[in-house]
């Protein structure tokens, strides 16, 4: 800082000179390093025309770069706009993105801009559920971020369209658009439709379930067969209210990507029309300068969990919508999602809540029309701007609920309060999260004996071995963002006890996560994780846990001075992983009430 006045006199004069293009790329560079305190500083000096000097003088400078891979002149004089693709060949919800990213393309052309694909990675949920490769799912969701961000800051994008569909890929890459701040907007490629077994409607739930159902001797070799031919029948995000679909509706209702983006299905025409539309509307965004942290404000993430409870999302969409808040510097705490769930009734009893999917949500209205049945009791901030380049309330003002049994009514709910729930108690003094609306009405209020397992392939197997018991609570720990390290879902546990029909008699609390299309008393996120000396690393076998989800507590019967003494005993265990990139980020990343976020 002591030095600005000279750097600044430097760089002024090196872009006043004929230097080669080096030192003009050089001297933006400089720029960058310090872009904040010299705008302010060039300001006060009346240098106001520094920036638009270097910056053209670097363009001239990258030309060459670019015509060596075939651009024109003409097509650099436009913006550039990067198209983030994260397809690939291994992620059913992703295999189809290459369609999607031909027609924003399509689109940022027909609109006069220049379009330039990069690729983004994906773990798939699915594939990597049950063993070690879904501790890196939510971790590769930082990866993301910061590929994106790397890959529009090297380049100079003028702005982005991100084509993500599945888990962490969403918050991942709308993280980075808050980060960076450049005019930007999703463009998801669609939910998958249900498939048929025995004439009715199915999907990854109910596949993973008929293998604890299998386990149980409910079905035989050839139903499962049966199950796992039919049960996900193409590409797109898994059909039902899971995570995928919950976040690719949450960047609707938080005003990052256009109506129809949760809900048109993969497969429908409908969702290529809506990429070359998000592909136009980009041209807009930059044209009118509308950036990300325009969009993503406290309003608007308070309106996207208002639409999370109405709903009955993933219990997932409380970590990344922390994570989401924090980039774009907005405060959220678990608290607000109770004080929302307070005001906002749950309208919607999507799979794995109940029987309808993500293409029934569509015809019945979509976003849009949940929206509207909010807006009837002032539940939303209509007046935030969205990408269309108009605020939510004109976005919404024809939009109509079309089925009544798909989106009750805002005055005949399925329950008065929303379908995500933040419990506190003495093993979860920095809060838990339970997805309410899929925890059937007997396990609201539950106590039962703690079975504890320091690992959740321990806990599967004790499952399937018919060691759990109606009335149980199952504990699962050391499996917390540090713990893990990674945060694995526990979708086979939860599949596990609903296929051999406990789930409406076994409680399961981990310091993990659990999956969107998980159901039941499913506890999770619980704060602080064992690994960082939370509570829930002091329960034995036996303890009794009490549940009382309607008054937002999950406590175990112990005084505070029998947990002190435990605590004086406590041994804590060796790290599960010690090399890698998962080592590494289980060093730094934050707890899951802070959206586990790397510090």
């Known amino acids: ?90 992620v059913p919800g992703h295999f189809h993105l290459d369609k999607v990213a031909e027609a924003v393309k399509a689109g940022i052309r027909m609109a006069g801009g220049t379009p330039i694909e990069v690729p983004a990675i994906g773990v798939c949920d699915g594939i990597a559920m049950g063993h070690i490769g879904m501790k890196y799912s939510l971790a590769s969701r930082e990866l993301i971020a910061d590929s994106v961000e790397t890959m529009a800051m090297a380049h100079c994008f003028d702005g982005l369209v991100l084509v993500p569909n599945c888990d962490k890929i969403v ?22 439709m249900p498939g048929i077994v025995d004439d009715t409607h199915k999907s ?13 001797g409910l079905i035989d ?9 039919n049960a996900c029948p193409g590409c797109g995000s898994c059909a039902g209210m899971f995570t995928a679909n919950s976040m690719n509706c949450l960047c609707e209702a938080i005003g990052m990507a256009l109506p129809g983006n949760g809900t048109i299905p993969a497969v429908h025409s409908g969702r290529l029309q809506l990429a070359k539309h998000a592909g136009m509307k980009i041209m807009e965004l930059v044209e009118k300068d509308i950036k990300a942290r325009d969009i993503i404000t406290e309003a608007s993430i308070c309106n996207a969990v208002a639409c999370d409870m109405a709903l009955g999302c993933s219990s997932n969409s409380v970590l990344h919508l922390l994570a989401i808040a924090n980039e774009a510097g907005v405060d959220l705490d678990l608290n607000v999602f109770n004080e929302i769930s307070a005001k906002v009734p749950n309208l919607c009893h999507l799979a794995p809540a109940g029987d309808t999917y993500i293409v029934d949500l569509q015809q019945a209205g979509g976003i849009p029309a949940v929206q509207a049945e909010l807006s009837k009791k002032g539940l939303l901030d209509l007046s935030c701007m969205t990408v269309t380049g108009h605020t939510l309330g004109d976005n919404i003002g024809g939009a109509y609920n079309r ?58 197997e004790a499952i399937y071995n018919g060691e759990i018991k109606a009335g149980d609570v199952v504990v699962i720990r050391y499996e917390g963002p540090k713990g893990g390290p990674g945060m694995r879902e526990m979708l086979n546990p939860t599949s596990a006890l609903a296929g051999m029909k406990l789930d409406k008699s076994v409680a399961l609390i981990t310091d993990g996560r659990f999956s969107g299309a998980s159901r039941g008393a499913s506890i999770g996120h619980v704060c602080p994780e064992a690994a960082a ?67």
Not at 424 to 442: D, L, M, P, Y
Not at 590 to 597: E, I, Q, T
């Open 221 to 229: 070799d050839n139903k499962l067969y049966e199950f796992e031919n």
């Open 403 to 460: 089925n009544p049994e798909i989106i009750r009514p805002v005055e005949t709910p399925y329950s008065e309060t929303g379908g995500i729930a933040i419990l506190w108690g003495n093993i979860a003094k920095e809060g838990c999260v339970v997805k309410r609306s899929a925890v059937a009405e007997e396990m609201l209020c539950h106590t039962g004996p703690a079975r504890v397992f320091d690992d959740e392939s321990f806990a599967i």
């Open 1 to 90: 800082e002591e030095h600005m006045d000279l750097l600044i006199k430097a760089a002024v004069e090196l872009t006043t000179q004929e230097a080669p293009k080096w030192e003009m790329i050089a001297a933006r560079l400089l720029f960058l390093s310090f872009s904040v305190k010299l705008e302010e500083t060039m300001k006060k000096c009346g240098i106001t025309s520094f920036y638009e000097k270097v910056a053209m003088l670097t363009k001239e400078g990258l030309y060459g770069a670019y015509i060596l891979e075939s651009y024109t002149k003409e097509e650099l004089d436009r913006p550039l706009i990067g198209v983030v693709s994260a397809h690939s060949e291994i």
């Open 171 to 192: 918050p991942g890459m709308v993280m980075a658009a808050a980060r960076i701040n450049l005019p930007a907007i999703v463009c998801s490629g669609g939910p998958m």
């Open 533 to 599: 000396g939370g509570e829930i690393g002091l329960l034995k076998d036996g303890d009794l846990i009490e549940i009382d989800i309607p008054n937002a507590s999950i406590n175990v019967k112990l005084t505070d001075e029998e947990l002190e003494e435990r605590r004086k005993a406590y041994v804590a265990p060796a790290p599960k992983v010690t090399s890698g990139w998962l080592a590494r980020y289980g060093r730094i990343v934050s707890a899951a009430s802070k959206g586990a976020v790397m510090k």
């Open 204 to 216: 990854l739930s109910e596949m993973f379930e008929a293998v604890g159902a299998r386990k149980a």
